[in-house]
């Protein structure tokens, strides 16, 4: 099989990865923070130790408030509940948006909890940060933006972004989902308030892993002094002047203190209720280790290059319409097309029945993506390479592609 669709999740994984699954699996595997013993202690050191790494990976200065979740959806859903916790205020978002960013944004709407505008994104897919300047109201409380479109690939100017909502006294939440791992994030330097981001994609991990960094502008409701004995109720704590208070969205046992009635006020633990997903944390440690060793640059550098190669071919072609820029150094390694006289799903499925080529079609969970450049609702046909595509695989599509438009049209 070719795999080319990265932008979903990675495939294959670095051969480190399972072999640290394995390891953990055999020697560690305890519940982390559950019990003073060997096994969990060795089970929640491995767990700091990703969250450092994960923490080095977006220069954010404190790992604790490096929360591990299931998926960028449960970091997004965090995020966004997490500060829109009480009903109120205005939230600017865009078109680009994956619907792990639209559906929860626009329930919140719907409920009449928040007033939302999406702002849009030129013909080349990308969306211009005077657009968003010019969309906040005196009441916007929090801009979510994609860092790059799942559709297009195409990176978005996120410090600019984060300016704009500090100087005007909003939080920023980036959607790193297809960023993280290929294209440098700084929460320092842009301006992030929350950045939230799989680790089964291109940070190399597992399925079910993920991350949200929340930053000091978010603190969870009551901060204790080092050896202060909690609160009796935390629920009791007065929110009313406390704008930026941050609440937890799913609550449960977390381990190390189970005395108090709700969740301890301590990042991570106060975000980090249930059980975590210790068996795929072990090989995101592990990715992470190829990924930071090789670093960003090579592994966009590589995609890129793939991606100029298959457009090299396609553009010009009548027989292919391309979406988003030629110019493939603003794009991550996701690159969307549609065949002449032929349905994306079609398409796709003939590339996995008669070449086994994996590509995604359709609208890929970002359906105002799709409106904005008039592939609703078909959508379109997904390429995305990844680090372990060759130059070979990228030529065996390029041909069944060239087969499939000649008996398309
Ligand atoms: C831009 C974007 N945001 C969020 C997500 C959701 O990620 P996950 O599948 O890890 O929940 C995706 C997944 O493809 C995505 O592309």
New binding site residues.
Partial sequence: MIYLDN???SFPKPPEVGAAIARFLAEDAANPGRGGHRMAVRAEHMIDDVRRKLARLVNAADPRRMILTL??????NMAIKGVLSRDRGHVVTTVL??N??SRPLQALADAGRIALTRVGCDAEGFVDPDAVRRALRADTRLIVM?H???VLGTIQDAAAVGAIAREHGALFCL?A??SAGVVPIDVEAMQIDLV?F?G??ALLGP?GT?ALYVGERCPPPATLAPGTDLPKKVSDTDFSDTDSRFRAWREGGTGGDSSSPTQPPVYPHYLEGGTPNTVGIAGLGAALDVVLARGPDAALAHERRLLDKILARLDGDERFTIYGPRDVGRRVGALSINVAGLDPNDAAAILDDGFEIAVRAGL???PYCHRALGTFPAGTLRISPGPFTTDQEADTLLDALAEIADAGV
């Fill in positions: 932008a979903a999740t998926n960028c959806t449960d970091a997004l948006e994956h792990s960013v994609t790059a479109s799942n959607d989902a297809q939230a799989p089964h994609k399925t993920g890929h969970c970002a």
